[in-house]
């Protein structure tokens, strides 16, 4: 037994320190990244905010709408063939989406039934709890050799070493995080666990070293948090909560005491093993939360104030674009936010 004495800092112990800029408005910073993966050699280009491939928001409906931003959307692993199919409008928003699978051979087998039929699509998301594993890392480069030319995303992960073997083993993106997300329980039932925005500071050095790049997933509850992981060095930053609570999400509304709620779960969850899986396994626990969201209506003003809220970030920080954000990024360890008097 050891114990790590350095301190880990998650989104809410900093804030950024302000600097002269010469930007006369937020309307001026460029969002927009183009980026070219390590392994498939594909280029993409569009704003580096990433849809959870979650139920209420990894979905087809959302991925509509985020790729109207040039924003990614994960979808669910369980958007199969007939799912794909039924949706008409694949073709005009592909650059944009990511297919889900976990590491079972039905998995594989669902990919592989996609992609001869939508063979256009770029980005594969293999996506587990627990990316720590040996056989995760046997399975990535399977699937890295079988599809040579897409780009994949693998995690999750919090730490230097695992990034840098995800990545040799054939990720060209790696997906960072371990239990900061709204509704996961993983810290509380494992005690397993790293603060988010020392995870993405150290997984992203790993990664860029080796010309890759990383996700920060999860553990952003507002626009400042978004900023935060950008600053901090993520190339791209997945929401889960953020998301949740919209019509294009098609989650199940939920009326009381005159207001409309719509539920929202982890992956990991009860209800999403009930719903996907036909219940529990008798050797695991859930590990994630039920709860019910506020409807907030359509999605794009949502986006626009998570949009405006990096914006004004770079602003502060005399950052030109979102490029220039982690360059520009000195962070100052608070012990409190902002003042909650009037936050219930």
Same mark, same amino acid.
């Given at each position: 037994m050891r114990i790590e004495e350095e301190? $880990?800092?998650?989104?809410?112990?900093?804030?950024?320190?302000? =600097?002269?800029?010469?930007?006369?408005?937020?309307?001026?910073v460029n969002l927009k990244r183009t980026y070219r993966f390590k392994y498939s050699n594909n280029e993409w280009s569009g704003i580096p905010i990433i849809a959870a491939n979650m139920d209420g928001v990894g979905e087809l409906g959302i991925a509509e709408k985020l790729s109207e931003?040039?924003?990614?959307?994960?979808?669910?692993?369980?958007?199969?063939?007939? =799912?794909? +199919?039924?949706?008409? =409008?694949?073709?005009?928003?592909?650059?944009?989406?990511?297919?889900?699978?976990?590491? +079972?051979?039905?998995?594989?087998?669902?990919?592989?039934?996609?992609?001869?039929?939508?063979?256009?699509?770029?980005?594969?998301?293999?996506?587990?709890?627990?990316?720590?594993?040996?056989?995760?890392?046997?399975f990535l480069k399977s699937v890295r050799d079988k599809y040579p030319t897409k780009t994949i995303i693998a995690g999750n992960v919090v730490t230097a070493d695992m990034t840098q073997e995800l990545i040799l083993s054939g990720a060209d993106i790696v997906k960072v995080g371990i239990g900061p997300g709204s509704v996961c329980t993983t810290r509380l039932q494992t005690g397993v666990g790293y603060p988010q925005l020392s995870a993405v500071i150290e997984c992203a050095d790993a990664a860029h070293g080796l010309g890759a790049h990383i996700i920060a997933d999860g553990g952003c509850t507002c626009p400042g948090d978004v900023a +935060?992981?950008?600053? /901090?060095?993520?190339?791209?930053?997945?929401?889960?909560?953020?998301?949740? /609570?919209?019509?294009? /999400? +098609?989650?199940?509304?939920? $009326?009381?005491?005159?207001?409309k709620y719509i539920e929202f779960y982890g992956s990991s969850s009860e209800t999403a093993n009930k719903k996907h899986y036909g219940g529990l396994s008798d050797y695991r626990s859930s590990e994630g939360r039920t709860v019910r969201v506020k409807y907030r209506g359509k999605i794009t003003d949502t986006i626009k104030d998570i949009l405006?809220?990096?914006?004004?970030?770079?602003?502060?920080?005399?950052?030109?674009?979102?490029?220039?954000?982690?360059k520009c990024t000195t962070f100052v360890r608070v012990t409190k936010q902002f003042n909650d008097t009037f936050v219930k």
């Open positions: 301190l $880990k800092l998650d989104y809410s112990d900093v804030l950024f320190r302000p =600097k002269r800029s010469t930007l006369q408005s937020r309307k001026d931003f040039q924003m990614i959307t994960c979808l669910t692993k369980q958007h199969d063939i007939k =799912k794909i +199919k039924a949706f008409k =409008k694949i073709k005009s928003i592909h650059p944009n989406i990511a297919l889900s699978i976990g590491i +079972k051979k039905d998995d594989f087998d669902n990919l592989d039934k996609i992609l001869k039929e939508y063979s256009f699509i770029k980005f594969i998301c293999i996506d587990v709890a627990n990316g720590y594993s040996e056989h995760f890392s046997k +935060k992981g950008f600053g /901090g060095g993520a190339d791209f930053v997945m929401l889960g909560g953020m998301l949740a /609570g919209h019509d294009e /999400g +098609k989650g199940k509304l939920v $009326k009381s005491n005159g207001s405006g809220g990096v914006r004004s970030s770079c602003t502060y920080v005399g950052a030109p674009s979102l490029k220039q954000l982690s």
